[in-house]
């Protein structure tokens, strides 16, 4: 019913700027704009790690501590597609990431269960 796709990965030096873009197809009405999506990330040999979410109707967000400041998640309901600022970039950012989207729990995203997820754009930052 639902697909995600993910696009605007890509290799840049450190210190550089990326923007990523997920593309959610599937819903019916207006639902994109009354649900949860959320930015993750795997490195190889590592625990899959949350990085950012957001309710697309209230516009509650959550950052993962260490990318405060230099990570911004936003919507457009409008193209049904969530982005991913990543400024400042820095060596350990280096991984596959994902988009998904899952059901509120509440006003925020705290405890949704990400159920939809994307086949991940590869983002590969060099000193």
């Known amino acids: 019913r639902l697909q995600v796709v993910e696009s605007g990965g890509g290799s840049v030096q450190a210190g550089g700027s990326l923007i990523l873009s997920c593309v959610v197809s599937?819903?019916?009405?207006?639902?994109?704009?009354?649900?949860?999506m959320a930015w993750f990330r795997q490195t190889p040999g590592k625990e899959r790690e949350g990085v950012a979410h957001?309710?697309?109707?209230?516009?509650?967000?959550y950052y993962a501590d260490s990318l405060k400041g230099r990570f911004t998640i936003s919507h457009d309901n409008a193209k049904n597609t969530l982005y991913l600022q990543m400024n400042n970039l820095k060596t350990e950012d280096t991984a596959i990431y994902y988009c998904?989207?899952?059901?509120?729990?509440?006003?925020?995203?705290?405890?949704?269960?990400?159920?939809?997820w994307g086949q991940g754009t590869q983002v590969t930052v060099s000193s």
């Open positions: 998904a989207t899952g059901s509120p729990t509440s006003r925020s995203c705290s405890g949704s269960t990400y159920t939809i």
């Open positions: 957001i309710h697309t109707r209230f516009g509650l967000t």
């Open positions: 599937g819903f019916t009405s207006n639902r994109f704009s009354d649900t949860c």
